[in-house]
């Protein structure tokens, strides 16, 4: 994600409602992009991942959806629950010969409402 | 489950002081990272390191050194800490695209 100012931006979903997080990136030579979900007092958590050649990847109750022409990620989260609540985080993934170099973005913030 | 350890939680430290944040992975992962995260900028990459004895520059290096004389251990330096460089430092480390982060270490220099 590319936000702009110190302010993470927030998202409040219902329970039960889907959630969409969106993200907005700038290397398009990133081989993979990735969500992580990072809750409170915790190190950041694999989600989900998408190849740069793909349009969409479906997990557990969660969909990436990546437009190439627009650079824009998405991660809907289907039937949020209060665990949900957390920041995610995009990052792009380049792969060099033997390393892997993730570049994140600043976060948004879900917040689910009992 | 892989596991990946940072030695302290919480430190405090005086400015000027050498600081030395420790990182031990179990999963015989190649590759190696530090970020800092601070709020409302993400996670920013200070170093990585994809093999023993190799270490390349992230976004933000300065100020910063690392050690990685181990496939298991990741060092972070802080040569003379500041106050700027208060922050949650995160370890990473990875054999492929998925990343696994300990819980972080909250310093703090006064």
């Known amino acids: 994600g590319e936000s702009v100012g110190l302010h993470l931006p927030t998202l409040s979903v219902q329970e039960g409602d889907n959630s969409i997080i969106n993200c907005a990136y700038s290397?398009?030579?990133?081989?993979?992009f990735i969500w992580y979900k990072q809750e409170s007092g915790k190190g950041p958590q694999f989600i989900i991942d998408i190849r740069s050649n793909m349009d969409k990847r479906q997990g557990q109750r969660v969909t990436v959806l990546l437009n190439k022409t627009v650079k824009h990620l998405s991660l809907q989260i289907a039937a949020t629950q209060p665990g949900d609540s957390a920041v995610y985080f995009c990052a792009g993934l380049l792969a060099g010969a033997g390393s892997y170099q993730l570049t994140f973005g600043k976060g948004t913030k879900l917040s689910v409402i009992p | 489950d892989v596991k990946v350890t940072q030695s302290s939680r919480y430190l405090v430290k005086r400015t000027g002081e050498k600081v030395f944040l420790e990182c031990v992975q179990d999963?015989?992962?190649?590759?190696m990272f530090w970020y800092r995260q601070d709020p409302g900028l993400g996670l920013r990459l200070i170093y990585f390191s994809y093999d023993v004895k190799m270490k390349e520059k992230g976004d933000i290096p300065e100020g910063y050194s690392v050690s990685r004389e181990k496939k298991e251990r990741f060092s972070l330096i802080l040569e003379s800490a500041s106050t700027n460089q208060t922050s949650m430092y995160l370890c990473?480390?990875?054999?492929?695209?998925?990343?696994?982060f300990g819980q972080g270490t909250r310093l703090t220099v006064v």
């Open positions: 290397n398009s030579a990133s081989d993979y």
């Open positions: 990473a480390s990875s054999l492929t695209a998925e990343a696994f």
């Open positions: 999963m015989d992962h190649e590759n």
